[in-house]
């Protein structure tokens, strides 16, 4: 099992920027496909991006793609949102979850996931 914790989110412009970070404990971070989700008020939470066990693979969703990167870490057990060039649309709460299967992507149920963290963007 692993646990995982958010952190980052935060109040910012339209136009800027945000890094997430999620720390993981437990089993053996390296073990674990990641992924981040989103939930806005009202919607559904849907699937953001999602990296590979050792990094050398992403996927994102398209309303963030060129914008959103992720990576990860694994000597220090963290992942990743960088987020650029910040849209109120982005506005929700940000979860990361982790994928004990080497398939992954928005239709795929991750095993774990944190608590989540507010990002909210101002127009």
């Known amino acids: 099992q692993v646990q995982l914790v958010e952190s980052g989110g935060q109040l910012v412009q339209a136009g800027g920027s945000l890094r997430l970070s999620c720390a993981a404990s437990g089993r053996t971070f390296s073990s674990y496909a990641m992924g981040w989700f989103r939930q806005a008020p009202g919607k559904e939470r849907e699937f953001v991006g999602a990296?590979?066990?050792?990094?050398?693979?992403?996927d994102y969703t398209g309303s963030v793609k060129g914008r959103f990167t992720i990576s990860r870490d694994n000597a220090k057990n963290t992942l990743y949102l960088q987020m650029n060039s910040l849209k109120p649309e982005d506005t929700a709460v940000y979860y990361c979850?982790?994928?004990?299967?080497?398939?992954?992507?928005?239709?795929?149920?991750?095993?774990?996931w944190g608590q989540g963290t507010q990002v909210t963007v101002s127009s």
């Open positions: 979850a982790a994928y004990r299967s080497v398939v992954v992507g928005p239709l795929i149920i991750p095993d774990y």
């Open positions: 990296i590979g066990r050792t990094g050398a693979w992403t």
